[in-house]
Structure formats: structure tokens, C-alpha cells
């Protein structure tokens, strides 16, 4: 079957996106449009069930979204890049508009700043409102006003519909709209990594339980994971079940439901689960998360998956980061199997930029690694349930835009 995207945003905006990504790959694009920003909430909620993926065509619905806690599946949002800027300048070039005075909210303001040098446009008089959460299209509005009264501006560049709606009678205004290049290139990054999320869903997941005698009650612990329960050889307990059960259980790999009761009832209880593409790979894995539980204590779960990710879990875990400090970054260190030092310099990063999130570009420069490695740490505290993908950037650079991670360290 082919996958269901649900489209959402402003009305025409929705209806580009669907006319330009109609023809991308297996997906099959559902409009959801709304008439304002206030209602993406509800259309969000009314997605759920008929959409394998969520578009969104702005950083605005999406982030109302994403904060109202909506997003519990793969979700991205069309960028507005420097080159969707230059086009609007271009055109109000030709128009014989003066582009040297300009106010421009939502981009960024050093995409912004290079877009007009670049484009050897002057810079001074050009004033920029970017993005963060909690501003609304009453704030935007009034920016703009501002910049008209007080700097002069003589064009208004919006991203948002409402805004533009409630400028166009009282200055010059022009609405931003995402590019086909933008429209193509997130819908290609999402229908991949929702695809992807779907196989990985499908991967084989074996548990190793070792216990020092046996337990009448873990049949039933393991009930939540729809699976089977064996005996080893060696005495070991042998359970299968999938990722996709397992991540949910789990509740993303940050915590075992039944360890503590494990822990309560045996001098000690390791819990090793391995994810594979084949019960052979999962089995190996699982006997390494097993071998790995024994080495932090006396009770304790690891999750194994490929590329040597380990997810340590406690009992008592709750998928919280734990307390700040050096205790509460040794345990999650331990936890995403990274050392202290990198979490300490990856939430220096996140600290330098709370409202931007973190890519795997930027993570790649500050801890000068390679950006695959960059991207499997960020995978590591996705894992852990610290960092949630929020969309997709274009940083100025072809081919697909890199996801965009909020971080809570």
C-alpha cells in the first residue's frame, strides 16, 4: 500500500504542495487544509489514523503542533530557504520596488543577511523578525508596522497567510511561498524516513532475561510485547517479539516495565534486547545487551541495535535525562552509551541556540566529527527520548534537507 501523507496548512498553500509532490515516489498526498493558523491543532488531532506521515507547509503550524504534543509520528515541514526569499526580491525588483528597505519575518536572520549579500543588495536598513515559539500573527503584524513607521521599511515580507492578510491594506506586503525545489526535496526526505521507520518497525527483536532461578510471573510481565517466551539451553529466557512492539512498550527505549518487579523478586536480573533485520544479527545483539546489563550492576536492561548503539536502562527509569550536573550526565551518558565530556559539549550547543534545534551539520562542526557520526549520536539521544526530530532545514546546501533535532540535556 502506498503511504498516506497528510498535507497541512493554509488552503493554497496546501493545494501547491499537492500539485507540486503529487508524483513523488509511492506517496499519496491527503489535503488538510485550514483557514487559520489557530486550527492546526484540531486538524492535526483529526489526521491521526488517516495519515502515515505529516507535511506541514510552514515552521509555524508545525511548531504549534510539535509543542502541543501531536506529533507522535514521522512529521516535517516545507522550509522557507534564501532562495525563496531572493525569487520575492527579484520580483519586487522588477516591479521597481526599493528592496533596500525591507522588514522579513520568520527566516533566520543570518539566511537573510547572506541571501541580500550574496545578491549584493544592501543589508542596513533591512530589518528581520525570525521564528520562535509563541509568536503570533498579531506579533508579526506589529513588527512589521513598526518597521514601516519607525525604519522606514517600504515592503512587508510575510510568511504567514494571516498576517499577510492583515497588512495588505495598510502597506506594501508581500506572502512568501515554499519553492518546488523546497516542496520536493522535504516530501522525498519524509516519504524515506517514514518508509524506513515502517521496515525498521518490522525487525526482529529478541530478549535475553537472565535470572538466577526461575520466575512464575514473567510469562505474564512479557504479555505487553505480544510475544513468545523459550527457554535456552544454558536456562536463560528467550523473548520475541518486534521493534515496533518493543519501542512502544518501552516507551522509546527508556524504560523496561517489568524490571523493577525482576529486580524486586531476584538478587539481581539483566534484561538484553537485540534489534536485527535477521534473528540471527538480533540474537547476537541480544546476547551482547545481556553481557552489557551484567557489567553495570546488579539489575539493569541495554537495548542493542547496529552501529554499536547500546541504550542502557535502570530500574526505576522513566525516560526523564535525569538530574543536572555530573550525577545526571553519568547516568545519561551511560544510558545513549556516550561519554560525559560529549554530552556536556553537545549541551553547550543546544544551550547556544534553544529555539533553532540542532542538526547533524552543526553537532558534525562543534564536535569535529564526521556527520555520519554526528547523526548516529543524535539518533542515540532520539533513543533515549532527549532529542525529537521537529522537521527538515535547508542549509543552503543541494540535495536532501537535514533533519532538524530539539534537544532537552
Avoid: W
Avoid at 498576517?163 to 526535496?185: K, N, Y
Avoid at 510475544?227 to 520475541?240: T, Y
Avoid at 512502544?248 to 534489534?275: C, M, N
Avoid at 557520526?373 to 537535514?402: C, D, M, W
Amino acid at each position: 500500500m502506498p503511504l498516506t501523507v497528510g498535507v497541512i496548512g493554509p488552503e493554497d498553500l496546501v493545494h501547491k504542495v499537492v500539485a507540486v509532490g503529487g508524483g513523488v515516489g509511492p506517496a499519496q498526498l491527503l489535503p488538510l487544509p485550514y483557514r487559520h493558523e489557530d486550527e492546526t491543532l484540531d486538524v492535526t488531532a483529526a489526521a491521526r489514523g488517516r495519515a502515515d506521515a505529516l507535511l506541514f507547509t510552514g515552521v509555524v503550524p508545525h511548531a504549534r503542533a510539535a509543542a502541543a504534543g501531536l506529533l507522535d509520528g514521522p512529521a516535517m515541514y516545507v522550509p522557507y530557504n534564501g532562495a525563496t526569499l531572493l525569487r520575492a526580491l527579484v520580483e519586487l525588483l522588477r516591479l521597481g520596488h526599493d528592496v533596500s528597505r525591507v522588514s522579513i519575518d520568520t527566516l533566520r536572520r543570518e539566511e537573510v543577511l547572506e541571501t541580500l549579500t550574496e545578491a549584493k543588495l544592501p543589508t542596513e536598513h533591512v530589518r528581520v523578525l525570525p521564528y520562535r515559539p509563541g509568536l503570533t500573527s498579531r506579533d508579526l503584524v506589529d513588527f512589521h508596522l513598526r518597521a514601516r513607521e519607525e525604519d522606514h521599511c517600504r515592503v512587508a515580507i510575510t510568511c504567514l497567510g494571516s498576517a499577510f492578510h492583515a497588512l495588505e491594506h495598510r502597506t506594501h506586503a508581500v506572502r512568501l511561498a515554499p519553492s518546488r525545489h523546497s516542496i520536493l526535496a522535504t516530501l522525498q526526505a519524509l516519504v524515506l524516513a517514514t518508509a524506513g521507520q515502517h521496515s525498521g518497525d518490522a525487525q526482529v527483536a529478541l530478549g535475553i532475561v537472565d535470572l538466577p532461578g526461575g520466575d512464575t510471573r514473567l510469562a505474564e510481565d512479557i504479555r505487553p510485547l505480544g510475544g513468545s517466551l523459550a527457554e535456552l539451553p544454558d536456562g536463560r529466557r528467550l523473548v520475541v517479539t518486534t521493534r515496533g512492539v518493543l519501542e512502544e512498550v518501552t516507551e522509546r527505549f527508556t524504560r523496561i516495565p517489568f524490571l523493577d518487579g525482576l529486580a524486586a523478586r531476584h538478587p539481581t536480573a539483566h534484561v538484553g534486547f537485540g534489534l536485527g533485520r535477521t534473528a540471527a544479527e538480533a540474537e547476537a545483539l541480544a546476547r551482547r545487551a545481556v553481557s552489557r546489563a551484567r557489567a553495570v550492576g546488579d539489575a539493569a536492561g541495554v537495548v542493542s541495535l547496529a552501529d554499536d548503539v547500546d541504550i542502557v536502562i535502570a530500574p526505576g527509569a522513566d525516560g526523564a535525562a535525569g538530574p543536572a550536573g555530573p550525577a545526571g550526565s553519568a547516568l545519561l551518558a551511560r544510558r545513549v552509551g556516550l561519554n560525559a565530556h560529549t554530552l556536556d559539549r553537545l549541551r553547550e550547543l543546544a544551550a547556544a541556540d534553544p529555539g533553532g534545534g540542532l542538526t547533524a551539520h552543526a553537532v558534525a562542526e562543534h564536535l569535529s566529527v564526521q556527520q555520519r557520526t554526528a547523526r548516529r549520536i543524535l539518533k542515540r539521544l532520539e533513543r533515549a527520548g532527549v532529542a525529537v526530530p521537529t522537521g527538515s532545514r535547508q542549509e543552503g546546501r543541494t540535495g536532501r534537507p537535514p533533519i532538524v533535532y530539539r534537544v532537552d540535556l
